[in-house]
């Protein structure tokens, strides 16, 4: 089974902090993805990438960025929490091209005060 | 703007009523379709998925879903639900000519299922 792990479940920062997320996959995946998922909303993709060095941006990247320097772990960052940012953070992952299939980990609640 | 409407927010079911959550996406040509379900404390899972062939596609639990291709639609269904099928299911589509495994999500249905 594939596995999808994500460093923290909850996390709690203040405004102004820099915050990390990571994201670690098991299964050699090329492409990873983070999504926040807001009640009425969905989920929303910030930042996805398809190689080791490559990112692409989602529909709401302000105030994120991203780092894939191994092909298994994809690391979302805050440069400058707001409380606007409060919200569940999911990684997910896919094969590769064309396998379209994503794999989920179990999300990160990230309260900023 | 393309997207995936999910036409319901919040649906309330007694057990062993039948389910339809309907889903409907605005993108031209040929997409891939998929419900995704994500129970109470637990990671989103795939429930089912269409790429082609059958337009009657059947998925974990007992769930199935229809692609009509005319009507734009994908929508699941369970002919009898019980109270563990309580969660919140979100359909998805990926754009035609998506190399990068991209899914657009609807906003969601949370289903609640009283015993």
């Known amino acids: 089974d594939v596995k999808v792990t994500q460093s923290s479940r909850y996390l709690v920062k203040r405004t102004g902090e820099k915050v990390f997320l990571e994201c670690v996959q098991d299964m050699d995946h090329e492409n990873m993805f983070w999504y926040r998922q807001d009640p009425g909303l969905g989920l929303r993709l910030i930042y996805f990438s398809y190689d080791v060095k490559m990112k692409e941006k989602g529909d709401i990247p302000e105030g994120y960025s991203v780092s894939r320097e191994k092909k298994e772990r994809f690391s979302l960052i805050l440069e400058s929490a707001s409380t606007n940012q409060t919200s569940m953070y999911l990684c997910?992952?896919?094969?590769?091209?064309?396998?379209?299939?994503?794999?989920f980990g179990p999300g990160t609640r990230l309260t900023v005060t | 703007a393309q997207s995936v409407s999910q036409h319901n927010h919040h649906v309330i079911l007694s057990e062993a009523a039948s389910l339809e959550l309907g889903c409907n996406y605005s993108?031209?040509?040929?997409?891939?379709l998929f419900w995704y379900v994500q129970y109470p404390g637990q990671h989103l899972q795939l429930l089912l998925k269409y790429f082609s062939g059958d337009p009657l596609v059947k998925g974990i639990k007992g769930f199935e879903a229809e692609f009509i291709k005319s009507k734009f639609s994908f929508n699941l269904r369970k002919p009898s639900v019980q109270w563990s099928d309580t969660a919140e299911y979100f359909c998805?589509?990926?754009?035609?000519?998506?190399?990068?495994?991209?899914?657009?999500f609807g906003k969601g249905t949370r289903l609640h299922i009283l015993p």
């Open positions: 998805a589509v990926t754009p035609p000519s998506n190399r990068d495994d991209k899914i657009i």
């Open positions: 997910a992952s896919s094969l590769g091209v064309f396998s379209y299939e994503q794999y």
């Open positions: 993108y031209g040509g040929t997409v891939n």
